[in-house]
Structure formats: C-alpha cells, structure tokens
C-alpha cells in the first residue's frame, strides 16, 4: 500500500512538505507535552545506566554483576508486560504511563537510599533494577501505542521520526550528563552516584507533571472479560504476520548477541583507562550516530524498499560491534559505537512504524508489549548474556563473538523470512 501523501511529499522533496509536516506535527500540543515527557525520562534512565553500571562494577570487578543488574530487570519485565499491553488497551494510557513512572521514582528512591547509607552489598541495587523492570512492563508498550493516539493518522510517521530523533537526542545528553554529574559528585563530595540519583528524582517528578496535563487517551471499550485469551491477542496477532514478526524477532536476536552496552563500565576502566566522564561518552557514541541518522531518517523518511533497509542496518550494527570489542583505542571505539546507533536506528524505525501501522488500535497495546517484550529481552537480557560470556572468556571475546553471531543472524533471517526481505512499502496510517 501506498504510504500516507505527507509522508510521501516530505520523502520526495526533504523540504517545503517536510516543514509543513514538522510544524503540524509539533502543532499538537498534547503530543509536545508527551515528547517532552518522554525526552526527560529517557534523559533520566541513561543517566541511570551509566551510574549503577559504574558504581556495581567500582564494588565489585565482576562483569557478571553488570550482567545481573540486566536479568534483575528482565525477569519482572517479562512476567508483567502482557499485563501492561491489556492495561494499556483497557485504561486511560496517560494514567498508566504516569503510574509506570511512579514505580521508577521508587526504584531511584531504593538506590538514593543505598548510596547514602554507604552499603557495599549490591543486592539493593538488583531490588531497584526489579522495580525499574515492573515499570518498564508497562510504560513501554503503552507509550509505543500512544503517539499514533496524538497526532492524525496522515502526520504519524512524522512524528514517529521526530520523537526518534528526541529519542536519541535524549540518550546523546543523558550518558554524558550522568558521566559529568557522577565525576562532579565523587570529585567534591565523594557521592557521585548520589547526585546523579537525586537529579534522576527531580526529572521524574517533571515528567510525571508532564504527562498529566496531557488529555486523556482511551482505547476503544473492551467487554470482552479477562482471559489469557485476550492477553495473548497481541501475540497471536504477531504470529500471523510474518513481516511484523521477523522484524522483531530479528531485533531480539540482533541486540541479544551483538550488545555491549552492560560490559562499557569494564571496558572503559580496564580496557581503554578512562573514568566515569569517559564511559559517559562511550555509552552516548550510539546516541549520536542514531540521533543523526534519525535526523536523516525525519527529513526523508524511508518509503522503498523499508525490508531490506532493516537487515542493512542490523548488518551494521553487527560488523560496527565487531569493531568495538576488538578496538584498544578510545577514538576507534567510540567511532564504533557511533556506528551501532547508526545501524540500530534504521532497524528500530522500520520496526516501529511497521508494528504501529500494521496494527488496529483496539489491540495496539497489546501488539506493543509483544513488541516491548522482544526489545527487553534482547537489551536486559542480552546485558545478562554479555555479563556471563565475559565472566568466561573475558570482555573482548564475549563482544567480537557476539558481533559476528549478529551477522550470523542476519544471514540466517534472510532465508527464513523472506517476506520481510521483499517488504517495500509500509501499510497506510489512514487504513488503520
């Protein structure tokens, strides 16, 4: 099917319709309101990574707690994110968004907590990643399925960009922010992680007073009881189309070989020798290298050819990790990690605008938790699957092998899914 004229306009020509677009998008203050929201939580969440990631490894030199800090939040993600998908398909979304954020100000609460009483046992910290997981569960398919809710269905893939591009502008500033707040903290007042977790406090009580004065958006009614059989809608929804589930089965797989993020804290004390400012700038390299591609991608959205664009892009980010774990120079490394943000935000924007339009709006939610149940299990459990490889055989192999079995994958869906590879076009937004 055709995309929307928008969309096709902007794609064409990158500039008058492309303007035009941009500004009906921002146009609509509700969904300016959600983007800031979102932009901030984002903003706080990296910051996060960047502390816990430092503090658990500064306690303890065991890449496996790195990879336990990702289980820790997995476990209660998986066990609660269909929930979410339904919670999100019966209730108010903005309300669930804001309640999923409440649980997060606990968990940063649980981890200010632990900082100050000077503890040196980590498990509160996997107490706090649990509760950020439970959140996760349910803020991360609801916010999938709420954008499509705040603009016109034409002015959809606009601003799937644009909070694309907020997205990574986010997790540009977030890392560096927590890197400079954290070094700031420890250089004055020997509390590094503790600034970073009283700032991460502060702007989750901005985006919760955000999100509430956003107007309420509800699903269709629904009155069909609960039952695993409309629990599991999402799932048999994803099953029957193969395009919408080899894009995100091919995620999973991609980022839960081929991810290094969990392992930055190591490399950069023991591998490249620089501090929390230079893991900061590490684990923001992939922002920018996604930021500018989501840039790209919002000026000339991809409207040809979107399946083969995906496998390009999770090739990339496959063969760019290689380069990482086998690199000894910072500059190179950072290069790299440029690279694989580069190659995940291609694959990452075909995969959302496919999973959103391709889905009715009655069960958006519960299709987005499926969804959001693949990306978390390749990113929290992928960081557990990097921190056991390297605790055998030693950071750089666990990353140059989990690169290469990245690219395996890619081969492996070329051949298994040959719907997406043809896949040309995206379904129409007004169809839906």
């Known amino acids: 099917m055709e995309p929307s004229t928008a969309s096709s306009?902007?794609?064409?020509?990158?500039?008058?319709?492309?303007?035009?677009?941009?500004?009906?998008?921002?146009?609509q203050r509700d969904f300016r309101r959600y983007a800031a929201a979102r932009f901030l939580a984002t903003v706080t969440w990296q910051m996060l990574g960047v502390a816990v990631g430092w503090q658990v490894y500064d306690l303890t030199r065991d890449p496996l707690d790195l990879?336990?800090?990702?289980?820790?939040?997995?476990?209660?993600?998986?066990?609660?994110?269909?929930?979410?998908?339904?919670?999100?398909?019966?209730?108010?979304?903005?309300?669930?968004?804001?309640?999923?954020?409440?649980?997060?100000?606990?968990?940063?609460?649980?981890?200010?907590?632990?900082?100050?009483?000077?503890?040196?046992?980590?498990?509160?910290?996997?107490?706090?990643?649990?509760?950020v997981g439970a959140g996760r569960a349910f803020w991360m398919p609801t916010g999938q399925a709420m954008v499509v809710n705040l603009v016109p269905p034409p002015l959809f893939p606009r601003a799937a960009a644009f909070n694309a591009t907020l997205f990574q502008l986010a997790i540009i500033a977030g890392p560096a922010l927590g890197g400079l707040l954290y070094a700031a903290g420890e250089s004055h007042a020997g509390a590094g992680a503790a600034w970073v977790y009283a700032s991460a406090l502060a702007l989750l009580a901005v985006v919760i007073s955000q999100l509430m004065r956003v107007r309420p958006v509800r699903p269709p009614p629904s009155t069909a009881p609960h039952s695993w059989h409309e629990l599991s809608a999402g799932l048999r929804f994803v099953f029957s189309r193969k395009p919408v589930l080899g894009a995100i089965s091919l995620d999973l797989f991609a980022v839960l070989f081929g991810g290094a993020t969990a392992l930055l804290p190591m490399f950069a004390a023991d591998i490249l020798h620089v501090g929390p400012e230079g893991l900061g700038l590490l684990r923001t390299a992939p922002g920018i290298g996604a930021a500018v591609t989501a840039v790209l991608l919002a000026r000339r959205p991809i409207s040809r050819h979107a399946g083969r664009w995906m496998f390009g892009g999770v090739a990339v980010f496959g063969a760019a990790t290689v380069v990482f774990g086998a690199s000894t120079s910072f500059w190179l490394s950072f290069v790299a990690l440029l690279c694989v943000g580069a190659g995940d935000m291609v694959s990452v924007f075909v995969r959302h605008l496919l999973v959103q339009l391709e889905t009715p709006d009655a069960i958006r939610g519960r299709v987005s938790s499926v969804s959001a149940m693949f990306i978390g299990a390749s990113n929290e459990l992928g960081e557990f699957e990097s921190g056991l490889t390297a605790s055998w055989w030693g950071p750089v192999p666990a990353v140059v092998a989990g690169g290469l079995a990245c690219l395996g994958v890619v081969g492996v869906y070329l051949r298994l899914f040959p719907q997406l590879r043809r896949l040309d076009r995206f379904p129409d937004p007004a169809h839906r």
Not at 9 to 27: I, K, N, T
Not at 84 to 98: I, K, T
Not at 103 to 119: K, P, R, W
Request: charged share 15%.
């Open 9 to 27: 306009a902007a794609a064409e020509d990158g500039s008058p319709a492309d303007r035009a677009s941009l500004r009906a998008v921002l146009a």
């Open 67 to 131: 990879g336990l800090v990702g289980l820790a939040q997995f476990l209660p993600f998986l066990a609660l994110v269909l929930p979410g998908g339904q919670a999100a398909d019966r209730h108010d979304r903005r309300a669930v968004l804001a309640f999923a954020y409440a649980t997060e100000v606990l968990a940063v609460a649980v981890l200010l907590a632990f900082t100050l009483s000077g503890g040196r046992e980590t498990w509160p910290v996997f107490v706090a990643m649990a509760l």
